[in-house]
């Protein structure tokens, strides 16, 4: 190997490291090891009653039926999917649950990948909002709208979603994929994209939508609070409104992921070794 293809391949390595994000695994949930009507527990935080009243978190199954405490008719989760968490509310409180990406539910993270299979199981005629899957500080103990998140996906009653700038009409109960790739730092953060189409890069204080492999949101700026700050990204959640009469929809396979953001001492430290490396190199080449 000649020493300039090896001063370009380490500085393509080097590149390369600060581009790839490496996911470590954080939670998941495929709400396989409840039984049926069941609310969720373990890593999950109730941000409501912790009883079964009108509004419900409950898990239901492919088949569906009556769940033995509430009473509640949950509906059938369809092919390909085993049980499920099921949210319902005809007005008589938020049906909202949130799930802690640590075990101790005391962790926030910069950098969040968040991946959810969902459905709604009702479709209306009204495109106002019912509720929103959201990122949450790992404290906060409910999802209060723009003031107690660092980021929001509304729902729709017409089978909708939308978001800061932009909207996706689905209009079917059909189970599609959902995918957020989150940034809370000051600075650009580079990953591999979901979508296959090679490295992409986040602005600093924004995330990236996919939606069924699709990518229909990128750099989605955060909320920001009315201190100007940004909420930190602790906890998933899904929240819907107090009076949301009929509002049906169901989440399944959960999974969350972080990843380091390289300091600029360390970005700095290996720029500087190429760099160093690349006048050695080239010393010893003029003095053959």
């Known amino acids: ?9 380490l500085a393509s390595l080097t590149t390369a490291s600060f ?28 941000l409501g009653n912790n009883f079964s009243t009108s509004s419900n978190e409950l898990i239901t199954d492919t088949d569906g039926g009556i769940a033995p405490d509430s009473g509640l008719d949950l509906p059938g989760t369809g092919a390909g999917h085993g049980k499920a968490l099921y949210f319902y509310d005809y007005g008589g409180g938020s049906a909202r649950a949130g799930l ?4 101790t539910g005391s962790s926030n993270y910069d950098i969040v990948r968040m991946s959810v299979d969902f459905k709604f199981d009702t479709i209306g005629t009204s495109s106002a909002g019912f509720g929103f899957i959201g990122l949450v500080p790992a404290d906060y103990v409910t999802f209060g709208g723009a003031d107690s998140t660092a980021l929001s996906i509304n729902l729709k009653y017409n089978a909708s979603l939308s978001w800061s700038g932009g909207s996706l009409s689905l209009n079917d109960t ?7 790739v ?18 992409v890069s986040i602005d600093a204080n924004s995330y990236d939508l996919y939606v069924d492999g699709a990518r229909v949101g990128s750099s989605v700026a955060m909320i920001v609070q009315d201190d100007e700050s940004i909420l930190e990204m602790g906890r998933f959640g899904l929240n819907t409104y107090s009076g949301s009469t009929g509002v049906e929809f169901t989440i399944d396979n959960l999974k969350s992921y972080t990843a380091p953001v390289p300091e600029p001492a360390e970005s700095a430290a290996l720029l500087g070794a190429v760099v160093l490396l690349a006048s050695c190199l080239l010393r010893r080449r003029k003095r053959a």
């Open 19 to 46: 581009a790839q994000a490496q996911w470590t695994d954080l939670v998941s949930d495929d709400f396989e090891s409840y039984t049926f009507g069941e609310q969720p527990t373990g890593n999950w935080y109730r």
């Open 174 to 180: 059909n189970w599609h994929s959902m995918e957020i």
């Open 100 to 103: 802690n990406l640590d075990p």
């Open 1 to 9: 190997m000649t020493p300039k293809t090896l001063v370009f391949a």
């Open 182 to 199: 989150a940034n809370r730092t000051d600075g650009s953060f580079s990953y591999d994209a979901l979508d296959g189409s090679g490295t």
